[in-house]
């Protein structure tokens, strides 16, 4: 998950923490799993999140050590010609 947040009827974001810290205390203590859920949708707030699925993780992998081994190379070839220009 990269990012869960809530829109108002209006259309402005709002932080699911910071909603739900304000919601009547009979939703906040109530057992049921969904009483949050159900008052977003009672009073017409719409959930939004934001994923990266399971099938991008290797691509993700390959690319992040691609620039890994690049940066890698140009620090290894930085330091051999900075140590042989002055060794000169």
């Known amino acids: ?3 869960n947040f809530a829109k108002t009827p209006g259309g402005q974001t709002v932080s699911l923490n910071s ?5 009547p205390p ?9 009483a ?4 977003l949708t009672a ?5 939004w999140t934001s ?3 399971d099938s991008r993780f290797w691509p993700f992998q390959l690319i992040e050590g691609g ?12 330091t051999v010609w900075l140590v042989r ?3 000169a």
Request: glycine share 6%; hydrophobic share 40%.
């Open 1 to 3: 998950m990269i990012s």
């Open 19 to 23: 909603l739900y810290q304000s919601l």
């Open 26 to 34: 009979s939703v906040q203590n109530s057992q049921n799993q969904n």
């Open 36 to 39: 949050f859920s159900d008052w």
């Open 43 to 47: 009073h017409h707030y719409t959930q």
């Open 51 to 53: 994923i990266q699925p």
């Open 67 to 78: 620039w890994l081994l690049a940066l890698g190379v140009a620090l290894i070839a930085g």
């Open 85 to 87: 220009r002055r060794g």
